[in-house]
Nanobody
Framework: QVKLVESGGGLVQAGGSLRLSCAASGDTICVRAWNWYRQAPGKERELVAAITDAGSTNYADSVKGRFTISRDNDKSTVYLQMISLKPEDTAVYSC????????????????????WGQGTQVTVSS
């Protein structure tokens, strides 16, 4: 099991910045990729940024150059630094952990599943 708790959301003016945090606990060694998703009202959930356990990153075209995903292994925390925010970035942002059974080891059984946090609201005013 992996527990995820997001923080850092809020209200910001267009052009401003926010840093979201995702604090992870539990069997984090099972996670092969950490992801940030967002969902705006009336829209489908979309993948915003991802970072693998090897450190490779990937971004949605709409946020490239503005958002940066990173992780602090010592703190078991994943961050999403957002700059030059736009009103269209307004959404609930959720942290997601992609757990793989292949990452299991002696004493640790990993599930093949996704874990989700509760989400944090980001509102960008124009």
């Amino acid at each position: 099991q992996v527990k995820l708790v997001e923080s850092g959301g809020g209200l910001v003016q267009a052009g401003g910045s926010l840093r979201l945090s995702c604090a992870a606990s539990g069997d984090t060694i099972c996670v092969r990729a950490w992801n940030w998703y967002r969902q705006a009202p009336g829209k489908e959930r979309e993948l915003v940024a991802a970072i693998t356990d090897a450190g490779s990153t990937n971004y949605a075209d709409s946020v490239k150059g503005r958002f940066t995903i990173s992780r602090d292994n010592d703190k078991s925390t994943v961050y999403l630094q957002m700059i030059s925010l736009k009103p269209e970035d307004t959404a609930v942002y959720s942290c997601n952990a992609d757990s793989s059974i292949l990452k299991g080891r002696v004493g640790v059984y990993c599930l093949e599943t996704y874990y989700w946090g509760q989400g944090t609201q980001v509102t960008v005013s124009s």
